[in-house]
């Protein structure tokens, strides 16, 4: 492996990434007890909590991969 430089200098951060990313975190955790405990606290169909909550498991595990997809090993 003759002629192979390796950059050691860490890549540039963008600044906005983790900021959008726990902002959406923390709307997802208002939604999580504002939504099913207050919207939908008097609503006449009882599976539109059921649903509810599908979609914002859904929406954790989008949240989560995200989150994942920018870890770096070894640093």
């Known amino acids: 492996m003759e002629g192979v430089t390796i950059n050691q200098t860490p890549k540039e951060r963008r600044p906005g990434g983790r900021a959008i990313w ?8 208002l939604a999580g007890v504002a939504v099913p ?24 595990v989008g949240l989560i991969v995200l989150g994942v997809m920018r870890w770096r090993a070894g640093v």
């Open 22 to 29: 726990l902002a959406a975190v923390a709307v997802a955790v």
């Open 37 to 60: 405990y207050g919207l939908l606290a008097d609503s006449e169909y009882v599976m539109a909590v059921v649903l509810f909550w599908m979609f914002f498991g859904v929406v954790v």
